[in-house]
Nanobody, 128 residues
Framework: QVKVVESGGDSVPAGGSLRLSCTAS????????MGWFRQAPGKEREGVGC????????YYADSVRGRFILSRDNAKKMLYLQMNDLKPEDTAMYYC?????????????????????WGQGTQVTVSS
């Protein structure tokens, strides 16, 4: 049974930083891409980024590229999202997701489907 649990969401002022964490189990974590998507009330789901299982490549949405950084620790089955220079438009529920494909070459899958599995989400609120 696949289980995904996110943590680390909080309320921060614009320009601040947060690190989201995700633990996942029930599948071969160290041979599968992982990612995050977000969704704000009344808005479409947006794939934020995905990272390959060896961490050799990562892809980001244009809206977060240069500010957000994905990383993972396969030994601990953990995924992280470092978010810097946060903006009010980053306010959303953030979901850790297992993409449909084991490979990561864009965030389209996460935007369109959210992936195969995701957790309950963690709320990020950025005040202006």
């Amino acid at each position: 049974q696949v289980k995904v649990v996110e943590s680390g969401g909080d309320s921060v002022p614009a320009g601040g930083s947060l690190r989201l964490s995700c633990t996942a189990s029930g599948f071969l974590f160290n041979s599968h891409a992982m990612g995050w998507f977000r969704q704000a009330p009344g808005k479409e789901r947006e794939g934020v980024g995905c990272i390959g299982w060896t961490s050799d490549h990562a892809y980001y949405a244009d809206s977060v590229r240069g500010r957000f950084i994905l990383s993972r620790d396969n030994a601990k089955k953990m995924l992280y999202l470092q978010m810097n220079d946060l903006k009010p438009e980053d306010t959303a529920m953030y979901y850790c997701a297992v993409p449909t494909s084991r490979y990561c070459d864009n965030v389209q899958d996460l935007t369109e489907s959210g992936g195969n599995y995701w957790g309950q989400g963690t709320q990020v609120t950025v005040s202006s």
